[in-house]
């Protein structure tokens, strides 16, 4: 497989006057790793993704994109090498959702069939219909819709690498965690090098593989979240992980070690194929397609089946299987639910996981809870 990484070494960035933007970043991001990117307004977070794609030129030290010191590509290439979400979205509001998911595709001259073919499959994958949605302008669409759109465009051409600055950062709590569900689900089949930044270690903890954090331009801690958990190096590193670290730390690395099962019952088939199931006494129903991937839920059981699509919550909140069950309880109690659904990274339904087994399961083993 094709491997593309990207690599800072010793890299400091001053802009004309005062204090370094990004000062002695050395930092190395796997192929196929999503990393975030988190700190305070203008620790630098932009500057470091604009240096990776020569929008920036360190003023000392190398970065290296698949190997190679990125000064050694032609910087019209590298960045088509590299998809750019930038912050606010960045869509161009006199083009149609079509026309801006295809302009890099456009300037490689891809004839009209292929670029028709390509913005189609990509709407298609964050679940918009091409027909709907092509056409319109970035104006008619809501705030999440804008989101996808923004990085669609940066996922057009396929490029390995993909910066994403605050991509969803306009967004309410709800629609942010759709399209942050959305990113894993997307990303679990794509397998891209992404570099992710954000303001919200929300945000950080549920994406990040590996969760770098910034301050005054320099790097503090890198570590994966359970990493951070386990060890913030100090009080600053503490403070913005903030609540997280006052959730019981637990003796199970994931959410798949707590999932219930029971008995899956079949309430209703439809006509699409699609099922309504129940699954042990949990009194919710899920909705999920001929795949067995979740399509939605809710919490009371349809008088009349016919009517279920009304009542669906669409986009329910779910619990990866890969999640931390600090980060499942976390949600649990937020969302004031008493179980949520667990999906594996393709978003088959593969249990539920309630507030009680959570609990029990966290205070076994480390017997220090009290939630
Ligand atoms: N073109 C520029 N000229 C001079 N200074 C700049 C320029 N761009 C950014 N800076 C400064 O560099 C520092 C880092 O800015 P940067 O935009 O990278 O921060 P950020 O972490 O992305 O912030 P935010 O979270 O607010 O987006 C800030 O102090 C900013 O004022
Ligand atoms: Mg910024």
Known sequence: MFTVGVKFENVTKMYQNGRPAVQGLSLEVQSGELLVLIGPSGCGKTTTLRMINRLEEPTSGTIYVDGHDVRSYNPIQLRRGIGYTIQQTGLLPHMTV???IELVPRLLR???????ERVRELLELVGMDYRAFAHRYPRQLSGGQQQRVGVLRALATDPPVI???EPFGALDPISREVLQTEL???QAKLHKTIIFVTHDIDEAMRLGDRVAILR???LLQVGTPTELLHAPQDEFVAKFLGRFLSLPQSP?????Q???TGESRILKE???GERVVQMGSFPWCFLIDDQGVLKGATCQVPEDLEQWKSIIWQEAASIKETDTPDIALKRLIEGEAEALPVVDEERHLVGIISHRSAIKALSSGVGRVSV
Do not use: A, T
């Not at 891809?110 to 028709?116: H, L």
């Not at 199970?252 to 798949?256: G, I, K, L, N, Y």
């Open 184 to 186: 894993k689900r997307l």
């Open 110 to 116: 891809w004839d009209k069939k292929r670029r028709q």
């Open 258 to 260: 707590l999932i219930q």
């Open 163 to 165: 910066l994403m600055d």
């Open 252 to 256: 199970v690395d994931e959410v798949r």
């Open 98 to 100: 079509e026309q801006n």
């Open 270 to 272: 439809l006509p699409s």
């Open 216 to 218: 005054d331009g320099q």
